[in-house]
């Protein structure tokens, strides 16, 4: 299997770097990491829905967890043992339709 520049493991120096316009993730345990808090069960169910067709979209998905209105995301490229640009990339993605404010 080719590698491609998305599989390619970064750097705590690089996800330290692209984390600084990466608003409201962290880097910890090898992953990125996220919470959203939304209104109430349903609004927190229709962003999983449209995080999962952009999950789909990259061959990318997350390992999240759902309690009533919280969200919590992981992401780590499991073929590259650790974070790739293609879990920043992600994240960009769910910031977008979540609506993450700066």
């Known amino acids: 299997m080719i590698k491609t520049s998305k599989m390619i493991k970064l ?8 984390l600084t316009s990466l608003q409201d993730w962290d880097y910890y345990d090898n992953a990125l990491h996220t919470d959203f808090e939304f209104d109430n069960f ?6 999983m829905n449209r995080i999962a ?11 999240w967890t759902n309690v009533y209105n919280t ?3 992981k992401l780590t490229t ?8 293609l879990d ?4 960009t993605r769910i ?7 700066e």
């Open 11 to 18: 750097t705590e120096k690089e996800i330290a770097i692209k």
């Open 42 to 47: 349903k609004d927190c169910m229709s962003a």
């Open 53 to 63: 067709f952009e999950c789909e979209a990259l061959n990318h998905h997350p390992d």
């Open 71 to 73: 969200l919590d995301i």
């Open 78 to 85: 499991h073929d590259a043992d650790g974070v790739t640009e």
């Open 88 to 91: 920043f990339q992600l994240a």
């Open 95 to 101: 910031n977008q339709i979540v609506e993450v404010e």
